[in-house]
């Protein structure tokens, strides 16, 4: 009896190990703890992911937050930015996995916005995690979510101060997995991400359905944007083109 609770606890804790060397094998290089994507658009390591902000006339909005749940590198590049935290007038989740919105509940003053179809994520539920997902949730205890949060669907256009974004919804990598454009720039979460010199999803180890994730990129097709902003790798530029290029692909 020994015996077998020991090879399942070696096997709780490789399985978790696999899946990290399995994400560092085929991971993107990311550009480094600090990227601008645009003038007033900064991204900062937050964690192992991406968490971005943008500058607007009024303090500043964030489009994810992060693993990690103090927020340190987001509140050193707020202060460097002269933005105070009471002055985050919005956290705009692309997805609900804890390594992108850990820190949301640091900003007392922000609106949380989530896609409906996470909300139930960030409250607890891993019924629609990726394989991946799973095998670390097992084992990892969540952040603490937002005290509250605005669902969404998709096609709603936002304005906080002069800075605009129009919410597109990209189900696949989660079920309500969002992107946001704002003015040249696609944050686009863990739903695109650059890939050598052009642009994948997330493979299906790491996505609960890599296909409709795929599917969904679709509806990019009438935005007009230059450049994408993800939540692990960075930065792409000409990533319109190389959009039209993996769709060329067949699935």
Known sequence: MLKKILIALGIALLLPVLGIVALVAIRETPDGPRVEAAPGVVGVEAGGAYAWIVRSSDGAVLVDAGLDANGTAILEELKRAGVQPGQVRAVLLTHGHPDHYAAASRFDNATVVIGAGDVPMIRGDRTHYS????????????????????????GERLQFGDAPFTVVATPGHSPGSLMYLYRNVLFTGDSLMRKKDGLAVAPSLFSEDAGRNRASLGALASLTFDTIADGHAGVTRNAKEKLARLLALQP
């Open 131 to 154: 394989p991946f997902g799973k095998i670390v949730g097992a084992v990892m205890p969540l952040p603490p979510p937002p005290r509250a949060s605005t669902p969404v669907q998709g």
